[in-house]
């Protein structure tokens, strides 16, 4: 069936219109490359400090100056089930077949187009308002601390609407400033520490200021976003079916940018020709045996299994920094019963680290039951963070491997397998 988004190996404006109606921006001639700013991008916008950065801030990636990007949106050889990205439409091909845009000319269109999205669409007064508004909050439920407060009545009583008052009670929540009453998401109440020991306004600005944030680390945070250092080659599809993949991360690094690629694994003989190597490339392990592999994955190419195992046996003999990663699906992929066949892997392979990284339920990843033809619900498959944190201590007991990082926000694991061990891993060349 001839799929509306491509006429003679040429994607339309039609599938340019469809992403670009959300926070992807369609980039280049051939319309192939994309860039879309991450949810932690934000939040580290809105705070400016570590407290609100993703779990790459392990490696010293900061989410305000992390470009997210692929040089192959519609193409990927895989359906994972987990995947939130649009698989059932917005996958044109297990292959590349449209011609390739020229990286350079890819890489400073990404760069205008994330400076345009700074300036325009996250923009500083946003967040700069978002300070202010987090104080009001607080302020009036000092005042008004008998009371319970749902985001209308805020919005009601301090005159700000309802997204913005959603916007600074997510930050509030995280600091515990504020808590669910009753057992409800929906109602909140101002924290027993704070109601006690705050008396004004001013009081209340202190407190934002030494815990949380201030206007000038915000204004700052927001400055430096300008100035991306860091691309993640992750955004969507499978990046090594990019024609020009090592000309792309040379592009990044002429910029004195370091790069992250995430791949699937099934391309060993592209992984075996990258020159340059990224700063840091992320193999995917999407299961334990090739059982669970063509039902995580639904690959649409042949002895997919055994191109991820020869992808991974290769990473002693490569140039850079590996990291193998297994996305968790609960009851899918991820159980205590698998540890013994991941262990034994890793153990073969020797990354510099492992990762356990949850699925993210959001998105098109909502569509997970009907992918799997499942008659459970979405949480069925959903890996919490107590869930993964005791799976990842078992593992970390049967294979010997420490645990050097956990990310609660993230869902996010991290072992040191082939690393000298009290080695910072953060990253220091590009």
Known sequence: MKNRFILDNKITNEFVETYTKTTYRIIGENKH???????????RLMTGRENRNCYKGIFGIQSHRCLQNTPSLPFCNHQCVFCWRDIESGSLDS??????????????????HHRDIINNHLPLRRYLDNYEIMIDILYYMLLNNEKTHSVSSLSNNIHVSKNKIERAITLLKNQEYIKPTNHSINNFSLDSDVNCCIGSR???????????????EIIQAH???LMPNHAAISLDGEPLLYPKISEFIQEFKNRNMTTFIVTNGTLPKRIEQLDPFPSQLYITL??????????????????GWDKIMQSLEMIN??????????????????????????AKIIEKVN??????????????????????????????????YDYLENLALKFENVSGFPLIYRNKASRDFLFSVNWEQNTDPKITNI
């Open 202 to 216: 001013d009081e209340l600005e202190i407190l934002i200021n030494r815990v949380l944030t201030s206007p000038d």
């Open 351 to 384: 990354p510099n680290f492992f990762e356990i990284k949850g699925f993210t339920l959001q998105a098109k990843a909502l569509l997970i039951k009907e992918r799997v033809k499942s008659e459970e619900q979405m949480q069925y498959f959903f890996p919490d």
């Open 317 to 342: 003999s490569l140039s850079g920094r590996t990291v193998v990663r297994l996305t968790a699906v609960k009851n899918l992929n991820i159980h205590e019963k698998f540890i013994q066949e991941y």
């Open 33 to 43: 490359s994309s860039i879309k700013p991450c949810h932690w991008l934000e939040q």
């Open 286 to 303: 999407p299961a334990p045996n090739e059982e669970i592999y063509k039902k995580v994955c639904r690959p649409m190419i042949k002895k």
């Open 95 to 112: 292959e590349f077949i449209v011609e390739p845009d020229d990286p350079k000319l890819l890489v400073d269109e990404m760069l205008r």
């Open 223 to 225: 400055s430096e976003a």
